[in-house]
């Protein structure tokens, strides 16, 4: 199963990764580099790049990912919380 991920560089050494699908009717979010957020093309769902609903349907939020950067590879953990 393919699983979309959105992943953003908060600091040098430090990365967020959210689930990159809508929690409305999971479609795959694209990255509106205007607003800085992920909008769902199905219904108009918008989230902040840390996951948080800014517009709905969606009433939830993304699925944080954990991440691990060791200075050269960066892991994300996918069975994580």
């Known amino acids: 199963m393919v699983e979309p991920l959105a992943i953003m560089r908060e600091q040098q050494d430090r990365f967020l ?3 990159a699908l809508c929690t409305h009717m999971t479609c795959i979010l694209n990255f509106n580099e ?6 769902c093309p199905c219904h108009g769902s918008s989230f902040e790049l840390d996951g ?4 709905g349907p969606a ?3 993304l699925r944080v990912l954990p991440t691990r950067f060791d200075g050269t590879m960066l892991s ?3 069975g994580g919380a």
Do not use: E, K, W
């Not at 948080?52 to 517009?55: A, K, N």
């Open 17 to 19: 990764a959210v689930r």
């Open 34 to 39: 205007l607003n800085a957020t992920l909008d």
């Open 52 to 55: 948080t609903v800014v517009t």
């Open 59 to 61: 009433r939830q939020p």
């Open 76 to 78: 994300v953990i996918l």
